[in-house]
C-alpha cells in the first residue's frame, strides 16, 4: 500500500434525539471522516469518534484535525506499507491522540481488506457470521419514559440494556428497572460520575443482579476502581480508563477491572484493540466493543472487529436507525432481535452512500 491521497470530510448529522450522559447532552453531531486513496485506486475510509467538545477525553474534532493535518498525514503520505499493523509504529513517536491515529488506520485496515480480499472482519481474523448487540440508553427527562425505552428496546430483540447514571438518578432507576424487568440482562454506566466515597451507594447496585457496572470513577483511575471492586459484587467494566495494552494489563493485574469495553478510537486503532482482545482473553476477562454513536462508517469497524473471539459480551453498536433518520452507507447497519449480520463483501463491506456524506457535508480538506 502506498496512500497517496486523503480527504477529510467534517460532517454534521442530527440524532432522532439528543443522548445524555453524566456530562451533558448531545443532538447534532459533527465528526471527521477520512477518505485515503491507494495508489492503485483503491478508496478506505476511517472515521474520527472525537466530539466537538472535550467531555469524553481530551480529544475533539479540531484537535484530530490538527494533529491529522500537522503531524498524522505527512507521516503516511507516500509511505510504503505492508501491512496495518504498522500504522500504529509510524505513529509511535506521537503521544496519545489515539483517536486522531484510530481515523488514519480504520482507512489503511479497509484499502488492506480489499486488496487482500477479505472482509474487514477476516482481515482482523474474526470468526462470527453475526455479532451480538445491546443498546445504551442515555438519561431520560422520567423513569416511565426510561421504562417505556426499555420496554421497547428488549422487544426489539437488543440482548443487553445499558443504562447512564450519574448522582441522583441511580440507585432508584436500577431498582425499579430490576422490578419491571426482572430477568433482562442489565447494566450500568456512570461516565466516571462517582468517587470512591460514593461506594456505600454503589454497593446498593449489589442488590440488582447487574452484568456490570461502567467506569463508575474517574476516567484517569485505575487505583480506587481496584479498591471499589473489592467492596462490590458486581463487576465493574473500565471504558475511559483504557488506552492501550499495557493500560489493560496494568487494571486486569491490579483487580480495576473484571471485563473491559474495547473503544477502537480511544486505543489508538483496530491493531491495539486486537492485542487488548488477545490479551483479555489469555487472562479470562470478557471484552465488549463500545459505542461512540458513530455513523454507519464507524459502525461498520465496530462490527468488523466484533468478530474476534473473545467479544463475548453483548456490545453497544446498534442498528443505523436507532440515531440516523439517514445513514452514510449502503444498505444501512440493520440490527433484528438483537443480531447485525457481518457483512461478507470486502472491506468495511458496505458503499458509502456519497449523495449523504455530501449532504451531511460542512466542509472537506484534500492532502497530497
Ligand atoms: O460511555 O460508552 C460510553 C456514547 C458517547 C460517549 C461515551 C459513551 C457512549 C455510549 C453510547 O454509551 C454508545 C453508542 O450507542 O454508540
Ligand atoms: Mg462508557
Known sequence: MKITDITIHHLRMTMKNPFTTSFGSLQDKEFLLLEAKDADGTIGWGESVAFETPWYNEETLKTNWHMLEDFLIPLILNKEIKHPDEVSQIFAPIRKNNMAKSTIEGAVWDIYAQQTNQSLAEALGGTRDKIEVGISIGIQNSLEELVDIV???????????????????????????????????????????????????????DAFDLMMIEQPLASDDIIDHAQLQKELKTPICLDESIHSLEDARKAIELGSTEIINIKIGRVGGLTEAKKIHDYCEAQGVP????????????????????????????????????????????????????????????????EIDRKTVESYTITKKEYK
Open 151 to 205: 420496554d421497547r428496546s428488549l422487544k426489539d430483540g437488543y440482548k443487553r440494556i445499558k443504562v447512564k447514571i450519574k448522582p441522583g438518578w441511580d440507585v432508584d432507576v436500577m431498582r425499579a428497572l430490576r422490578e419491571e424487568f426482572p430477568d433482562a440482562a442489565i447494566m450500568a454506566d456512570a461516565n466516571s460520575a462517582y468517587r470512591l466515597e460514593d461506594s456505600a451507594l454503589l454497593k446498593q447496585l
Open 287 to 350: 471484552v465488549w466493543c463500545g459505542g461512540m454513536l458513530e455513523s454507519g462508517i464507524g459502525r461498520a469497524h465496530n462490527i468488523a472487529l466484533t468478530t474476534l473471539p473473545n467479544f463475548i459480551l453483548p456490545g453497544d453498536t446498534s442498528g443505523s436507525n436507532r440515531y440516523w433518520k439517514k445513514d452514510i452507507i449502503l444498505p444501512e447497519v440493520v440490527a433484528a432481535d438483537g443480531y447485525i449480520d457481518v457483512p461478507q463483501t470486502a472491506g468495511i463491506g458496505y
